[in-house]
């Protein structure tokens, strides 16, 4: 079936079997003023419970049943008492047990209007669900409580369930509690808490504390707040150029300085696609052009990172620590693939307002993300809601969308020091880290042992292999100080070292890159966090390879350097055979061994690295056991062992300018491996030291410097700091890319030693040219360019 729906079917309250005991009948006529908000109220119910779906066909049928067992043993565990409403849940000094019982409740009140959980209408529900709210808001969530612990718990979390089962419940709450719940929320979410835009006020959290006041509005027909949410959108739509929200270039920023694009970002997707749904059609509907930027982001800023149904972890903060939460009574663990559900759902949900050409395009990059994710089925994830299990169901039941494949290229994303490489076959990522971007993020104890993600970390998957890596136990269970591509002083931190809320950021300009949108080069100035550490670091993204350097890497810590290759989860009993020069490697945990460069590697299953050098690489086979408590505090204590394959460059204690040459491979076979090592010219190394970085590879017409101070490095010269990515086509044209990651050229000279007959295309930015024998290009003042990539096109002579 397809799912094509007007926004206002949801005023239908017999749509395929998921809507609703309690639809109003008695509130009002359509046509008057309370039949707007009763309207709207059977709009929101739709968008939060689904529909289109059948009560009796799995998957619902399961969940739907699971739901009754669930809320069964909920009333029967209820206790109401000072502090709490159930003893696991004790909200007297902690606002989050108090948000987690609402969370009970609005799950609860599911198995109430919804057929199929056997406790659809049943009056003992609906009393516990009454007796529920009330003493929540008697003990605590009532006017003139004062606030105290996480705020997000009285403003977003509290609230917006609140106001849920408000809605759903309707006329089954009296109107007299119904006023005091309203007044509730008014005191802990008042219109002050949109009045600027900063603070907590910003970003995923301004859309969810629109969303609060649109639900108080419709609850509790008040126009002036469905009002006020509306206009309060506003300031999330513009491009910003520091601090929260969507930068021009894709990025998406919460927090101040941490790359979100993967949860708060997936948050304020689905928060605006409710919204917008909601609204449409009403005196209150959303008309603000700047909404289009959103619309636009979904492929600018979400599809990169999506990859097989995973959203990439590099992009989900400090959510990548969470796992099995203690307080999920389903014990279901969050992982790459279960946040990219959502964000499948929410762009699902969002295309419903979108262009036709893009509703179209976008349903289809939906569907092909979905079909593809063989490690975490989209409809057996049991996280998802039913309502977004309901339009992913539905898709995937509509034979006219066809699914679109994987797009390949690279993007970068200059904002929040991120890099994404997309090949057939495969995809990367790249962490990096900033004066602009923090290394990690830590707060309410949760992503405890993120320190060096923002080191250079590189994680990558195949198509149709290793998707399991960072969603099997990844976050407990791997050596933190061992992630793959950075390089770390072996020096024990504190958990949570560096401080909460991004505030470990390096003092470090030169971070970022050039790409012509396939190839790329990108760079790092790496300073470590809580040690000396300092590093060049440069990656050049290429067709079938990753080639990696690094160079002047030196600290005085008394402690050992190493610079991660790779670091491969094996899973709970992996022997995936490596072999090193042809020679393959014992395959029992424990094993570990010591390899000179140059030289190659194979692993069987996952790749090859080709090891150009200089130094010692380091191989160990590892079982390696942890918990989702250790990383953060809120989750379980249940041990998890997996098994590693980690192979390193060992610089030893206080290295004064060592350095690393090396390639993966991804899906490459141990003879593909070895014909690349065998064959070293095919790649060149122009420079590998602290004054620039550099490749070229002839059969791909590729050169990429990330110069590091002014100078020349092969056929390249330059007057400033910068990265240049240069690809000359087999039409006789050249594509030259430049930026300024440091973002502090007033003036910049780039000289290519390559004769050039005309020049085809310039950005505004270039102030001058020359060809000939050689070609001169003069840019003007870069500072502003946010790091983005200044592109030249050239006819060669």
């Known amino acids: ?168 419940l309707d006329e089954e709450v009296p109107a007299a509690r119904l006023a005091e719940y309203c007044a509730a929320v008014d005191h802990f979410v008042p219109d002050s808490a949109v009045a600027t835009y900063g603070g907590t006020s910003t970003g995923a959290n301004r859309v969810d504390l629109c969303r609060v006041l649109a639900l108080r509005g419709v609850a509790g027909a008040d126009p002036a707040k469905l009002a006020l ?194 090949r057939p076959g495969w995809a990367a990522s790249l962490s990096l880290a900033s004066r602009r971007i923090a290394h990690y993020e830590t707060g309410n104890g949760e992503n405890l042992r993120g320190w060096h993600t923002g080191s250079g970390m590189l994680s990558w998957w195949g198509a149709s292999y290793g998707n399991g890596q960072y969603a099997d136990a990844f976050w407990p269970t791997v050596d933190p100080y061992r992630l793959a591509g950075t390089t770390v002083v072996r020096k024990v931190l504190a958990d949570g070292a560096g401080g909460d809320w991004g505030a470990a950021r390096p003092d470090a300009a030169w971070v970022g890159g050039s790409t012509d949108g396939e190839f790329a080069s990108v760079g790092q100035h790496l300073r470590g966090l809580g040690s000396t550490l300092q590093a060049r670091k440069s990656w050049f993204f290429l067709a079938d390879t990753v080639v990696c350097l690094g160079a002047g890497i030196r600290a005085s810590d008394g402690a050992v350097v190493e610079s991660v290759v790779d670091n491969r989860n094996l899973g709970v009993s992996g022997t995936h055979a490596l072999t090193v020069n042809a020679a393959v490697q014992p395959s029992a945990p424990g094993w570990s061994g010591v390899f000179p460069a140059p030289g190659w590697a194979h692993l069987a299953g996952f790749g090859g690295y080709v090891l150009h050098g200089p130094g010692t690489v380091r191989a160990l086979r590892q079982e390696r056991t942890g918990r989702w408590s250790e990383v953060n505090r809120s989750s379980s204590t249940a041990a998890l062992t997996r098994r590693y394959l980690t192979l390193w460059y060992d610089h030893g204690t206080d290295p004064a300018g060592a350095g690393y040459a090396y390639q993966i491979l991804p899906g490459a076979s141990a003879a593909q491996t070895a014909a690349r090592a065998a064959t070293p010219g095919w790649l060149s190394v122009l420079a590998n030291g602290e004054a620039a970085q550099g490749v070229s590879v002839g059969s791909l017409g590729f050169t990429g410097v990330n110069f590091w101070q002014p100078g020349s490095a092969g056929p390249l010269e330059v007057s400033a700091p910068c990265s240049v990515t240069v690809r000359e086509g087999s039409d006789g044209t050249a594509t030259l890319s430049v930026a300024d990651p440091p973002r502090a050229a007033a003036a910049l000279t780039v000289t290519w030693n390559r004769p050039v007959a005309a020049l085809l295309s310039r950005p505004a930015s270039l102030i001058a040219v020359a060809t000939g024998t050689r070609l001169r290009l003069e840019f003007g003042d870069l500072t502003g360019t946010a790091g983005a990539g200044q592109e030249v096109v050239v006819r060669l002579g």
């Open 1 to 168: 079936m397809t799912e094509e729906w007007s926004r206002r079917a949801f005023l239908s309250t017999a749509a395929g079997g998921a809507l609703l005991l309690g639809t109003p009948a008695g509130r009002a006529a359509a046509g008057t003023a309370e039949g707007e908000y009763a309207a709207l109220r059977a709009v929101w119910r739709g968008l939060v419970l689904g529909s289109g779906f059948s009560a009796g066909v799995e998957p619902f049928r399961s969940r739907l049943a699971e739901l009754g067992e669930r809320t069964r043993g909920w009333i029967s565990a209820m206790a109401p008492a000072s502090g709490s409403l159930w003893p696991d849940l004790g909200f007297a000094t902690d606002p989050e047990m108090l948000m987690q019982s609402y969370y009970r409740l609005r799950t609860m009140t599911e198995a109430y209007v919804r057929p199929g959980t056997g406790l659809t209408g049943d009056g003992a529900l609906l009393s516990a669900l009454l007796a529920g709210l009330d003493h929540l808001h008697g003990q605590a969530y009532h006017a003139g409580q004062v606030r105290y612990g996480n705020w997000f718990c009285w403003q977003i979390g509290a609230p917006q369930a609140l106001l849920d089962v408000c809605v759903l």
């Open 229 to 422: 949410a509306r206009d309060a959108l506003a300031p999330v739509f513009p491009y910003v150029t520091a601090g929260d929200g969507l930068y021009r270039d894709g990025s998406f920023v919460q927090h101040g300085w941490v790359p979100y694009t993967g949860t708060y970002g997936a948050v304020l997707l689905g928060g605006l696609g409710l919204l917008f749904a909601l609204l449409d059609g009403t005196v209150w509907q959303v008309t603000d052009p700047g909404a289009q930027i959103v619309f636009d982001a979904v492929e600018r800023a979400w599809a990169p990172f999506l990859f097989n149904g995973l959203v990439m972890d590099c992009v989900s903060g400090r959510a990548v620590s969470r796992g099995v939460a203690v307080s999920d009574a389903l014990g279901v663990q969050q992982d790459d693939h279960t946040r990219g559900h959502a964000v499948l759902a929410a762009v699902l949900l969002l295309a419903e307002g979108a262009a036709p050409a893009q509703r179209v395009r976008w349903r289809g990059l939906v569907k092909g993300w979905s079909a593809r994710d063989y490690y975490g089925r989209p409809l057996a994830d049991r996280s998802l809601g039913l309502a977004s299990l309901a339009r992913l169901a539905a898709l995937d039941a509509d034979a006219s969308v066809a699914a679109l494949p994987e797009p390949a290229g690279h993007r970068l994303f200059p904002s929040m020091d991120r890099a994404v490489h997309r």
